[in-house]
C-alpha cells in the first residue's frame, strides 16, 4: 500500500504543482521551459508507475474490504463511465461539449473516480479513485479561479468535432469494456 500512496503522492503532488500558478512561473523560470516539462514529465510517470505497480500489489494482497457495493452501483459505474470517453475525445476535439462541459477532461476524471469508487470498496481502490476525484474537484476549482482572473479563451468550434467526439468515445467505451479493461486491470466490467 505504501507504494501506491508514494505513487499518488507524486503523480498528484506533480498535477496539483500546476494548480500554483505564480510558484509555477517561478520554477518554469529558474529551470527553464525544456528542462521544467522534461521534470514534470519524469516525475509524473515515475508517479504513475509507481500507481499501477502499488495497486496491483494491494490487489494481490488482499486488500482491506471497507464496505461492499451492491451488484447495483457495478451497473451505475458501467453507466457513468459510457460519457467519460465522449468527454476524453471532446477535450481534444473543439466543439459544443467542450463549450458546455468547460473542461472536459476534469469532468471525465471526476466521473471515472467516482464511478469506480461506487463499484469497489477495498482500501486500496478508495485510496486510489477518492485521490484522484478530490485532485479533479480541486484543480477545477482552481481553474475556475484563474478563469474569473484572466479570462477564458474561446473554444467552440465545429458541430462535426462534437459529432466525431460522441462517435470515437462510443468506439473507446466498447473496446475498454469488451477487451481493454480485462486485459490491462484483469477484471472483466460486463
Not at 11 to 16: A, D, K, S, Y
Not at 79 to 90: D, M, R, S, Y
Not at 115 to 125: I, K, Q
Not at 133 to 141: D, Q
Request: avoid cysteine.
Amino acid at each position: 500500500m505504501l507504494v501506491l500512496v508514494l505513487g499518488l503522492a507524486i503523480f498528484l503532488g506533480t498535477h496539483l504543482f500546476t494548480t500554483q500558478r505564480r510558484l509555477r512561473a517561478t520554477v518554469l523560470e529558474s529551470m527553464g521551459e525544456g528542462p521544467f516539462k522534461l521534470a514534470y514529465s519524469v516525475l509524473s510517470l515515475l508517479g504513475l508507475v509507481l500507481i499501477v505497480v502499488g495497486y496491483g500489489q494491494a490487489r494481490e494482497a488482499g486488500s482491506v474490504e471497507v464496505w461492499t457495493p451492491p451488484s447495483t452501483l457495478r451497473h451505475l459505474a458501467l453507466l457513468l463511465n459510457l460519457p467519460i470517453f465522449v468527454l476524453i475525445a471532446a477535450a481534444y476535439l473543439p466543439g459544443r461539449i467542450k463549450e458546455v462541459t468547460k473542461h472536459p477532461m476534469l469532468l471525465a476524471v471526476k466521473l471515472w473516480a467516482l464511478a469506480h469508487l461506487l463499484a469497489n470498496g477495498d482500501l486500496a481502490s478508495i485510496l486510489l479513485f477518492g485521490s484522484f476525484l478530490a485532485w479533479a474537484v480541486l484543480a477545477r476549482i482552481s481553474l475556475k479561479k484563474r478563469e474569473a482572473v484572466e479570462g477564458r479563451p474561446e473554444r467552440s468550434g465545429p458541430a462535426r468535432n462534437d459529432a466525431l467526439a460522441v462517435a470515437i468515445g462510443l468506439v473507446l467505451y466498447a473496446v475498454t469494456i469488451t477487451w481493454l479493461h480485462p486485459l490491462l486491470i484483469g477484471v472483466p466490467v460486463v
